[in-house]
């Protein structure tokens, strides 16, 4: 079996069935460059040459976030291939737009707690019902497996800590003793990378991560302690299971600060040392794994990764660091810490007007409440518009934008309107990005 770790929560596994041929299942979607509307980005760019692509057989969808569901990369992806697309049941809502811009997918609806069986290649899915899973509730986390290996991706939620989900984790994952068994769990790096910048002093952003690393560590003992009193079942105590974390491939807009791009404060291979060092401690003498985007990894027996050759076809362009996470020294140029009253320096308007139209203003007009749409139906009660026709084009205030219109006219011409918008009638995303003006 093999995992390329494609940035964010995104792998690709290769799993070979019983006729010996590599199965391939590609884990979510988000590949777009942007996290749209959230004044956020994607940390890695991963491009694929679709003219040498091996065959994916799968897309596994988890839910509905868009940093995991990315309508942009699939209507590209299916233009030269056609997999069949794995959708959970609490993502059916998103059918009919699916199936009108994807019209040749095979659809499968993942039902909680089925599975798919095909030439020795078992898919599993479970939504985990109990509500310490928190905001990520409707997360479905998958279980690949041949008759000698098996991935579990808990994707953006964990197993919970009651009797009968680990029960059911237990019935998933011992009923065959596989030579091999990886479990993979996302680390959000971004939280540090946030908190870090939510200071003035460089002291204090370098107190935050020696306290992230020391909460980290407490976190992880405080959960093996808790599953250890209560009698839980822990798969870290399988001698063929291992962990491995993927990231959470989030960071701040390049276009907005570079610096900010490259600033990993808690990075993956810190995290999983960390998680080592404090079970080592604990007399469970388990190593943790970071999957580091790009790379491809064969799962070995008793879990161990071996880095192999890459596929040539997938190419992830990684954005380092620029200092280790204790040396924060570069931050010091940036223009702002994140305190709005201590920012010192204006982002540029061109910047501000290039990310209003290319980053927000799609995601307003995909919007049910749509700030523009009530505007426009003043003008023309059947607006036939699209965002190509609707441009930010002035920057007069911090308290509102010029906008540039051009709905068609009776003669099915293009009229030119111009017309101020209040931010107020913004979602807080919009609005947020000007208060760095």
Known sequence: MFITPLGHTECLIEIPNNKNELVRILIDSWFSDVCVGDLMARRERVRFDYDIL????????SHSHLDH?????????FRYQSPTLLIPETCQFALDILKKYLPEAKITIMRNNEKILKDGV???????SSNDVGNEEDVMTLFVSNSESMVYHE???KTPFNESERQLLEEKI?????????????????????RSLETIKMSERGDIVKNAEEIWSEKISEEWQYLHDYELYDPRYESWVTRAWIGQGITIPREIDEGLSNFHPLPLSRVASVESQTLKGQKLPKSSFALLPGKRYELMKNSWLKEIPTIKSIKVELYRTKSEHKHLSFLERLPWP?????????IDNDILLDL???RFLPFALASASDPFHL???????KPPFSHRTITVIGLPSKREIVISLQPMDSHGQLANMHMRKNLSSFPESVRYIFSMI
């Open 375 to 381: 505007p426009l139906q003043v003008i023309h009660s």
């Open 69 to 77: 569901l990315d309508p942009y990369f699939l209507t590209e992806f």
């Open 54 to 61: 091996p065959k994916i057989d799968y897309i596994f969808i």
């Open 122 to 128: 078992m898919i599993e899915w479970v939504i985990w």
């Open 174 to 194: 011992t009923p065959h003793r596989w030579k091999s068994l990886l479990l993979i769990e996302s680390g959000n790096e971004i939280e540090t990378q946030l």
């Open 356 to 358: 209003l139209n290319h």
């Open 155 to 157: 994707i953006d939620t």
């Open 338 to 346: 994140a305190f709005v009253s201590e920012r010192g320096e204006s």
